[in-house]
């Protein structure tokens, strides 16, 4: 199920919000905040997610994403406003709630020292997963994840990438509806991160779940169907991924030249175009890169030694909204809390 919101420039109103017809979301948000003393996380940020919807949160570390996770999950209180998950309130039904979801955190909380198979079962226990059909289910999740045959192997000599998806297993071993991955591919190797994204498309149409995932790799939001971009606590752009870049507007043309200056002489009076340089590379924005390029070196007067066109990037998203870069924005993040609160007074 994919759901769409027109484009947008600033945070949704609860008003403009839009989900499934017929359907309750399975994430409902209005005037969230969280203060942490002086310091104000998360502030006021509206959002509601669609049953079955891949949802990304998007922003760079200390953007308030974590804090706002926690919250959903009832790993903290919210200072004001409203929150529900699978038609339960975060504060109210903490019980409920966490029946209801599955949580991968940012910080690996796997007992090294059991093998796969024992980890899942020790969580399904934790769970109440009915003793019929853990077994069953067990495997079911396993070979999901491509673990099946390494069940019985300790799980400290497990891959980073394995463990990751022993982690993704566990959380959806109780068949959640909402399943929550914090960071899930945090420091691990690209080739990694792009396994962890495959087996989480193919969970996802497998077990028609709602994923919300907090991520600030720009490459791995562009796989969800809604993206929310978060900045100090706000949240400053919500949309599809294409209908974000495509209110950025122009594509990026890069030139090498044997005579920077001449060149952007040359853009400036016979393009019109206003173009900086750094590092050797001159730069411009215009409205379609593929059809300026032959323009460029018919018309430009200077030798062009190389020519690069690029799309907007949710990069250029960002920077768009926020006035930086999401590397520039990054702020040390704290670690979620340890599982044993996810089953605490069950």
Known sequence: MRVNLGASSAQT??????????????????????RYKEVEAVRGIDLDVAAGETFGFLGPNGAGKSTTIKILCTLADAS?????????????????????????????????????????????????????????????VLRMVGLWQRRRDAVQTYSGGMRRRLEIARGLLHSPAVLFLDEPTIGL???????????????????EITVFVTTHYMDEAEHCDRVAIMNEGRIVALDTPDRLKAAVGKDRVQITTEDDEAAIAALREHFGLQAAVHEGVVSMAVADGAAFVPRLFGGLGVPIR?????????????????GSTIRDAEQPSGSMHPIALMVRGR
């Not at 499934?20 to 905040?33: D, H, N, S, T, Y």
């Not at 396994?195 to 969970?203: G, K, M």
């Not at 799309?311 to 909204?321: E, G, I, K, Q, Y």
């Open 189 to 207: 190797d690209p080739q990694t991160r792009a396994s962890i994204w495959e087996y989480l498309r193919e969970l996802h149409r497998r077990e």
């Open 306 to 322: 190389s020519v690069t066109v690029s799309r907007p990037s949710l990069d250029d998203v960002f920077l768009a909204h926020t």
């Open 13 to 34: 109103e609860p008003s403009d919000v839009v989900s499934a017809p017929g359907l309750a979301p399975a994430i409902r948000v209005r005037g969230l905040v969280k």
């Open 80 to 140: 004001s406003g409203t929150a529900q998950v699978a038609g339960f309130d975060v504060a109210t039904q903490r019980d409920a709630v966490r029946r209801h979801i599955g949580l991968v955190f940012q910080e690996p909380t796997l007992d090294t020292y059991l093998t796969g198979e024992q980890n899942l079962r020790f969580h399904g226990e934790l769970y109440g997963v009915d003793r019929s059909t853990a077994a069953a289910r067990r495997e079911e």
